[in-house]
T-cell receptor, first 114, second 116 residues
Framework: DSGVTQTPKHLITATGQRVTLRCSPRSGDLSVYWYQQSLDQGLQFLIQYYNGEERAKGNILERFSAQQFPDLHSELNLSSLELGDSALYFC?????????????FGPGTRLTVL | AQKVTQAQTEISVVEKEDVTLDCVYETRDTTYYLFWYKQPPSGELVFLIRRNSFDEQNEISGRYSWNFQKSTSSFNFTITASQVVDSAVYFCALSEAYSGNTPLVFGKGTRLSVIA
């Protein structure tokens, strides 16, 4: 158990809908990362937050947004969902934002868009 | 730009065989960090090791060992006397810079199947 929690574990929804994925980092970790894992794209970085502020953006679509709250948990919002958004979404946390930090991953949320 | 290549898509071995998973990386930074993660069938990503670019010492942890060679930009992972529980997808990843906000760049992964 990495100490990172993600809810829900599974999510099935329809095209055009909006969903929210939630992540609680390990106790004491200030940095949260979101990754998407799909069969064709592999593991892709989406966005990073550090102590409530956005720090880095990767291949995140405009339909997707995220935030980190004062208690350090984070939410990833996916809207106007398309079939191609079906993937495993991981949250990871690290003590700080530097590249030297190992990132500890949550169990993931499997999103299926029908 | 940073890139990680894991040329082996799938490897299948018989239990107790040794197996090496290859990882080749590209980066323009002189300071960077290399990682290996394991993704078992249950789906979670498990951190295995971190290496910084200034430390080329090989590392051994039980049946696992890692060989880091800057001259060939490689960070290979060997499992000795493989077991069925080692069956998983293994990812090599790279992060640049000591400070700043650089996420992990992952390779495509190598699926290892250990057959009893």
């Amino acid at each position: 158990d990495s100490g990172v929690t993600q809810t829900p574990k599974h999510l099935i929804t329809a095209t055009g809908q909006r969903v929210t994925l939630r992540c609680s980092p390990r106790s004491g970790d200030l940095s949260v990362y979101w990754y998407q894992q799909s069969l064709d794209q592999g593991l892709q970085f989406l966005i990073q937050y550090y102590n409530g502020e956005e720090r880095a953006k990767g291949n995140i679509l405009e339909r997707f947004s995220a935030q980190q709250f004062p208690d350090l948990h984070s939410e990833l919002n996916l809207s106007s969902l398309e079939l191609g958004d079906s993937a495993l979404y991981f949250c990871a946390s690290s003590p700080r934002g530097g590249g030297y930090n190992e990132q500890f991953f949550g169990p993931g949320t499997r999103l299926t868009v029908l | 730009a940073q890139k990680v290549t894991q040329a082996q898509t799938e490897i299948s071995v018989v239990e107790k065989e040794d197996v090496t998973l290859d990882c080749v990386y590209e980066t323009r930074d002189t300071t960077y960090y290399l990682f290996w993660y394991k993704q078992p069938p249950s789906g979670e990503l498990v951190f295995l090791i971190r290496r910084n670019s200034f430390d080329e010492q090989n590392e051994i942890s039980g049946r696992y060992s890692w060989n880091f060679q800057k001259s060939t930009s490689s960070f290979n992972f060997t499992i000795t006397a493989s077991q069925v529980v080692d069956s998983a997808v293994y990812f090599c990843a790279l992060s640049e810079a000591y400070s700043g906000n650089t996420p992990l760049v992952f390779g495509k992964g190598t699926r290892l199947s250990v057959i009893a």
